[in-house]
């Protein structure tokens, strides 16, 4: 099969694009346009805006979108996402937990917070939001980071024939951008020629590929130029990112990693060293032999011939012994020093090491198989061609978040079944404010020429105006507007409450309650049944996305992390002080005796573990529901008041728990006290009862006197610390009773 030419690259990048710029996703563009577009308040189009003009009615909206669509991103987005790991074997218990760090360190150095609410945002007025994981190569000084991204739901084209919500299925993915050269030339330095040849062809012209509407607001796709730094005009032109995932031929390879002649050098000196003892004892043990084999000779059980020989034999069983020490010493070390490393390459990799002969006689073993890499092919206009890259991963990196999913990769926006009641609320209301107008502003009918039309123009509708009019004509008559019917105010009265049962957001969740008072559970209840619809998206959409975000990222960070690194993590987690602070160490090499690395402890690049999502873990918290929780926890005895108090929002909580520990060990150390005391009155007794049977009165008053001085020295402790356990207490009373008066002003005006 011929290789594909960079130019025939180009254009099949340009034409999977316009295979997934299909009719159907057109259609669906211009639905989610016009659905964002009612968000951003622009909801009449210009014909009707002419009409209503030229009819003398008011052009304004009431608009009952945007609060509901920010209410509802606010319950999804009001806590950063968390995910947790767990490891598949128990050496990778510890890298599961270090990877939760990492994902907590990127999300947080990404802005995270932002693109996740930006991303919720596109879905609920677009219909589908996106993240991306990519690495940002010159963070770190070079050494990159992986980071959380957002894209533009009108760049991304999926693959029509898609059928899985996270399309996973999709055949490939395109983005495509309109980019200015310089902005491009500024991403791609090394491409710099290229780009600044790009002629852009027939496509040369507005890049706007957002279908045409009445609706007025601007999108980054209506920008057909832009200015460099220098101030001149720069051209605006097509960059397609096209991923598309490809079957991949790998090898699980051990490979026997033999040591150095340096460190077999060091090993040889180091067994010489171990030798010389085991030689003086075994140089001992011969002399021992050969003085044995003397006395034999001397006492005639043996002639000398035989001694000879004997002896001999001693001698070459003790150079034996030794040798074989040797050779044991030293093939220990050197299997101690020899290590066994796994490696995971490609076949094409694989090849390459197995031609080389010493190489080859070190494989173990090499196990074959296959996995999906996700392939990025990036071009320019018709038909430059930039770059062709294996991604580390086998899904794609871009996922989607979708907001009513429609079995396509055209889902529906929470904003587009609002339309119709939007627009019969505006209708509404411009009917209602052009009849009082009308009500308010008279319009006269008279006979042609009866009156001066200018005065009565100008004076028609101010106070207490006297107005003529000619002799021999009727007088003006004014025409009374027919009064309003009474469905538009009904329709204006019930139209806010049918746009929040469409979206399934009631008022208590905005935070209008009914005119009846309500009980404090009763609001709890409200807030509880009323976000089921929310969180049966979360549950059903949101963090099944937000999981396979988290294994993307995994497969991500796995493969860029590879060598040893340090992650500051400077914001707090769940349950930690806000200052607190820590540093998590991957990939940290362990030597062996000789110097050489023959392990990693936390070797993050190979370790297993799933990934999942903390259900409900964006939501947000009730806090007074979570404090009511609390104090049943202690009126039940399962909690201590410090681990209550941690979880309020008591002004100074810090000084007071350690005030209360300080007033704890104060008890702790009374009640020490007082036990000695019953002990010193215990002796003192006994001392009494011993001396006086021994007959020795004198000498019980003195080790009285002894006992006594001990009990007044513990008396005038236990004064002391009770006055500083009196002085402590009252002190942390009156702070309780300022923080809880503090906090219980702050509950009723929530209330309220």
Known sequence: MARMTNKKRAQTNKQLWEKANSSHRQRWQVL???????????????????????????????????????????????????????????????????????????????????????????????????????????????????????????????????????????????????????????????????IKNVSGGSDNMSYSQRPSTDYQSIQPEDITMGVNIEAEDDSIIPYYETYSKKKHAYRNVFIK???????????????????????????????????????TLESG???????????????????????????????????????????????????????????????????????????????????????????????????????????????MSAVTPLIGKQQEINKAHQIMLHNANLASNLRWMYEEGSVPEEEWEKYSSSPGALLKYRQGFAPPSPIQPAPINNAFYTITQEGKGDAEYIAGVPSAMMGFTQQQSETYRGLLANDEFGTRRLKAWMGSIVEPALEHLGRCFQMMAQSHYSVEKVFRIVQPEAGQQPDEEKDVRINIPIYNDYGKAISVYKDYASARFDIRIIAGATMPINRWALLEEYFRWFQSGLIDDVAMIAETDIRNKDKIIERKSMYSQLQGQLSSLEEAMKDKDGTIETLQRQLVQAGIKMQVGDATNEVRKDVLETEAQQKLLRGMLKAEFNMMKKDMQQSMKSESSDKKEVAE
């Open 301 to 411: 059980e043996i002639i000398a011939e035989r001694a000879e020989i004997e002896i001999d034999r001693a001698v070459k069983m003790t150079k034996q012994g030794i040798e074989e020490k040797r050779m044991q010493l030293l093939s220990e070390a050197q299997d101690s020093a020899t290590i066994i490393d796994q490696q995971i390459m490609t076949e094409e990799s694989f090849q390459v090491l197995e031609k080389g002969e010493e190489m080859k006689s070190q494989i173990i073993e090499a196990i074959k198989f296959y996995e999906n890499r996700v392939h990025l092919t990036c071009t320019v206009g018709d038909d430059i061609f930039l770059y062709d890259r294996v991604l580390p991963v086998s899904e794609y990196p871009i996922v989607p978040v979708s907001y009513m999913y429609t079995g396509t990769p055209y889902p």
């Open 32 to 194: 989610s346009q016009k659905g964002y577009d009612f968000y951003l308040n622009e909801q009449l189009t210009k014909e009707e805006v002419d009409n209503l003009n030229e009819a003398g009615m008011p052009t304004f909206t009431i608009n009952r979108i945007t609060p509901i669509v920010e209410i509802m991103k606010y319950f999804v987005t009001a806590n950063n996402p968390r995910w947790k790991a767990v490891g598949a074997t128990g050496d990778d218990v510890d890298v599961a937990q270090v990877h939760s760090d990492i994902a907590d360190y990127c999300w947080y150095h990404s802005n995270g917070k932002s693109i996740y609410s930006q991303v919720v945002l596109d879905s609920l007025t677009k219909g589908i939001g996106y993240f991306m994981i990519d690495v940002d190569r010159d963070a770190d000084r070079g050494m990159g980071e992986v980071e959380f991204k957002r894209i533009d739901p009108y760049d991304v084209y999926v693959d029509p024939a898609s059928r899985d919500f996270l399309f996973r299925d999709a055949n490939f993915i395109s983005v495509r951008k309109n980019v200015s050269k310089s902005q491009l030339m500024n991403l791609f330095p090394e491409f710099s020629r290229k």
């Open 257 to 295: 990693v033999l040591p150095s002649p340096v460190e077999m050098q060091s090993i040889r000196d180091e067994v010489e060293m171990q030798l010389a003892d085991f030689e003086q004892e075994v140089q001992v043990q011969l002399k021992e032999k050969t003085l044995q084999i003397q006395e």
